[in-house]
C-alpha cells in the first residue's frame, strides 16, 4: 500500500510539472498546446547533449536544457503563434497549428537521434532507498521535491511579483487586461518560456528515471492533460489535486487490472469529468 | 509500373480515410484526431476474421464496417457533447487508448508482432492477387465509399450537419436535434474510414499497431485540412498531394531509415503552414474560426 502512494507520488508529480506548464500557456494563450509533448521531450535530449555528448556536468547540463527548453518555448511563441493570434485565428487553428509543430519536432529528435532508447542514467541500477515498507529511488525523490518547489513557486510568482500579477490579469480578461496597460503579448511569452521550462524538466527528470525515446512526450502529456482537466484548468492548486487524484486511481487500479490498462483509465476518467464537471474539482466554469 | 500502381493504391486508401474523415471535420466542424482508430479496427477486424475462420471479404468488410460504426457510436456519444477544443483531446486521447489496446491485448492482436499472412481476397470467384486486380479493388470500394458521401453531403441532412458548422445555437433553434446529427455522422465517418483499413490489411497482408500512431490520425486529418475541408473534392486532391509529395523525396536519394520521419516532418510543416497562410487549405470551405 504505501509502495502504491509513494508511486503515485512519483507519477503525479511528473502530471503536475508538465500540467502547469500546459496551463500556463492555455490561460494566457488561450489554445491547446501540442507541441508541449514534444518540449518534454526535447528536455531529455537536450540533457543528453550536453551531459553524454558535450561533457558538460549532470548539473549545468540540467540547467542548459530547462533554459533551452523555455527559449525554444518563446521562439515558437514568436514564429508561430503571436503571428496567428495577431491576425485573429481561432483557438482551433492554434491547437492544428501546434499539432503540426509536434509532429515536426518529435520527427526532427527521430532523424537526428534515431528512434532506440537512449540513457543518460549514471552509476549502478539501485534498490532504492526504502520508506515505510516502500521503495524510492533517488531520482524519483529529487522529482517529488521538485515539483513541490516549483508548485509553491509559481503560486508565490502568481500571487506577489508584477508578472504573476499581470499574468493572472491576461489569464481573466485579455482586453481588460490589453486597456490597463498590460502588453499581453509580453505575457503570453513569458508563459511560453515558463511553461515550456517546466515541461523540460520533467522530461530531464523523467529520462534519468526510464530513460528516453522520441515519443516518450505524448503519454506523459496526454496524462498532465488530464490532470489539469479533473484538476480546473484555472487554478494551479486544482491541477496539483487532479494529478493526485489521476495518478492515484491509476495506481489503484492496477491492482484490479493489469497495468497496461492504465491508459484507459484515465481516458475513461477524462471522458467522465469533462461530461459531469468540466470545470474541474477548482475551476471557473468554461 | 508496379510502383506507381501501388502508390495510385495508397492514394485510394487515404482518399477512403480522409473523405469519411472530411464529413465529421470537413462538413460538421468536429477536428478529430481519432481516425487511425476506426482505419485500424477495420484492417484488425478484416485480418482477424479471414485468419481465424476464412469468411470471404463480402463478409468480412461489412462486419468491419458496423463494428468500426459500433464503437463509433459508443465513444461518439459521451464525447460529442464536449465541444470544440476539448472533443480534440478527447479524440486524441481515444486515439493513444486504441494503440495501447492493439499493442498489450496480446492474445487477440499478437501486440508488436502484428498479424501476418492474411489471405488474399477472392470477390465473385476472382482471386485478388495481382496488383491491377487490387488496383481494382481500391477503385471499387473508393467509389462506393465517395458514392454514398455525395449522397450524403449533398442531401437535406448534408445541409444540416454545415449548419450545424456555422451556427450550431441556430441550428438548434430552428428545431433540428444537434446532438443526434452529430452522432449519426461520427458513426458514418467510422464507418466509412474501416473500409480504408479493410482494404491496407488486404493489400499489405501484414498490420502491426505501428500502422494505426497518433501520427497516422495526425496525417489524416492533415489531408483533410491541406486539402480542402467541407469541400467534396477537397481529402482527393490532397490525398493524392500528401501520399505523391513524399514519393518525389525518393529521388533526393534520402536514406530509408529517414524517409518515414522526413515525410512526417514535411507535412506537419505543411499542417503549420497553412493555418498560418490558408486556413481553408487548397479549396476548403471551412476555415475554423468559428
Redesign the interface.
Same mark, same amino acid.
Given at each position: 500500500m504505501t509502495q502504491i502512494i509513494v508511486n503515485s507520488l512519483i507519477a503525479a508529480s511528473i502530471y503536475t510539472l508538465v500540467g502547469i506548464g500546459f496551463s500556463l500557456i492555455y490561460n494566457t494563450g488561450r489554445f491547446f498546446h501540442f507541441a508541449h509533448a514534444a518540449t518534454f521531450t526535447l528536455g531529455a535530449y537536450f540533457i543528453y547533449t550536453f551531459n553524454l555528448l558535450l561533457h558538460i556536468p549532470l548539473i549545468l547540463s540540467a540547467i542548459f536544457s530547462i533554459l533551452g527548453c523555455g527559449i525554444l518555448g518563446m521562439i515558437m511563441d514568436k514564429t508561430i503563434f503571436s503571428t496567428l493570434r495577431n491576425r485573429g485565428a481561432s483557438a482551433l487553428i492554434m491547437l492544428l497549428a501546434s499539432l503540426g509543430l509536434y509532429v515536426v519536432l518529435q520527427n526532427s529528435i527521430s532523424v537526428i537521434y534515431g528512434d532506440h532508447i537512449k540513457s543518460i542514467r549514471v552509476g549502478e541500477i539501485t534498490e532504492g532507498i526504502p520508506i515505510l515498507g516502500a521503495r524510492i529511488t533517488e531520482i524519483q525523490s529529487i522529482t517529488v521535491m521538485t515539483s513541490i518547489l516549483i508548485l509553491m513557486v509559481i503560486r508565490l510568482i502568481l500571487k506577489k511579483t508584477n508578472i504573476g500579477i499581470s499574468l493572472r490579469a491576461v489569464a481573466n480578461n485579455p482586453i481588460l487586461a490589453q486597456i490597463s496597460g498590460i502588453d499581453s503579448n509580453k505575457v503570453i511569452l513569458f508563459s511560453f518560456f515558463a511553461g515550456s521550462a517546466f515541461a523540460g524538466l520533467a522530461g530531464i527528470l523523467v529520462s534519468m528515471d526510464i530513460d528516453m525515446t522520441p515519443s516518450m512526450g505524448m503519454a506523459p502529456f496526454m496524462m498532465a492533460v488530464v490532470a489539469v482537466i479533473i484538476g480546473g484548468i484555472s487554478s494551479i492548486s486544482g491541477i496539483a489535486l487532479g494529478a493526485i487524484f489521476l495518478a492515484f486511481v491509476q495506481n489503484l487500479g492496477i491492482l484490479f487490472v493489469s497495468s497496461q490498462w492504465q491508459d484507459a483509465i484515465a481516458f475513461g476518467m477524462l471522458i467522465i469529468f469533462l461530461i459531469i464537471r468540466p470545470q474541474g474539482f477548482l475551476g471557473r466554469r468554461i | 509500373m508496379e510502383y506507381l500502381l501501388h502508390i495510385i493504391i495508397l492514394i485510394g486508401i487515404y482518399i477512403i480515410l480522409s473523405s469519411s474523415l472530411n464529413l465529421i471535420a470537413g462538413y460538421t466542424g468536429l %477536428?478529430s @484526431?481519432a481516425h487511425a482508430s476506426f482505419y485500424a479496427i477495420g484492417a484488425y477486424v478484416v485480418a482477424l476474421m479471414a485468419l481465424k475462420f476464412n469468411t470471404p471479404l463480402i463478409l468480412n468488410v461489412p462486419s468491419a464496417i458496423l463494428f468500426a460504426a459500433i464503437i463509433g457510436f459508443i465513444i461518439g456519444t459521451? *464525447?460529442l457533447? @464536449?465541444h +470544440?477544443?476539448?472533443f /480534440?483531446? /478527447?479524440t486524441? &486521447?481515444?486515439q493513444? =487508448?486504441t494503440f495501447? /489496446?492493439l499493442?498489450?491485448w496480446i492474445s487477440l492482436t499478437r501486440g508488436a508482432l502484428g498479424l501476418p499472412g492474411i489471405p488474399q481476397p477472392k470477390l465473385l470467384g476472382f482471386e485478388i492477387s495481382s496488383l491491377t486486380s487490387f488496383l481494382a479493388l481500391t477503385a471499387a470500394l473508393c467509389a462506393l465509399t465517395l458514392l454514398i458521401l455525395y449522397r450524403i453531403t449533398h442531401s437535406p441532412y448534408g445541409r444540416i450537419l454545415e449548419a450545424i458548422r456555422e451556427d450550431e445555437v441556430f441550428s438548434q433553434s430552428i428545431g433540428k436535434n444537434v446532438s443526434r446529427y452529430k452522432i449519426s455522422v461520427f458513426v458514418l465517418g467510422a464507418g466509412l474510414a474501416s473500409i480504408g483499413g479493410s482494404l491496407y490489411a488486404y493489400y499489405i497482408s501484414f498490420i502491426d499497431p505501428s500502422s494505426f500512431t497518433? !501520427?497516422e490520425s %495526425?496525417f489524416i %486529418?492533415?489531408i483533410v %485540412?491541406i486539402g480542402g475541408a467541407g469541400r467534396f473534392a477537397g481529402p482527393i486532391l490532397g490525398a493524392i498531394v500528401l501520399v505523391m509529395l513524399p514519393e518525389l523525396l525518393r529521388f533526393l536519394g534520402l536514406p530509408a *531509415?529517414?524517409a518515414a520521419?522526413?515525410r512526417?516532418?514535411l507535412? +506537419? &510543416? =505543411? =499542417?503549420?503552414a497553412f !493555418?498560418?497562410w490558408r486556413?481553408q487549405g487548397f479549396i476548403g470551405k471551412y476555415t475554423?474560426?468559428?
Open positions: - | %477536428i @484526431i459521451p *464525447s457533447r @464536449i +470544440g477544443d476539448y /480534440v483531446i /478527447v486524441f &486521447a481515444f493513444i =487508448l495501447t /489496446v499493442k498489450n497518433v !501520427m %495526425i %486529418i492533415s %485540412i *531509415s529517414i520521419n522526413v512526417q516532418i507535412y +506537419g &510543416a =505543411l =499542417l503549420v !493555418m498560418i486556413p475554423f474560426n468559428n
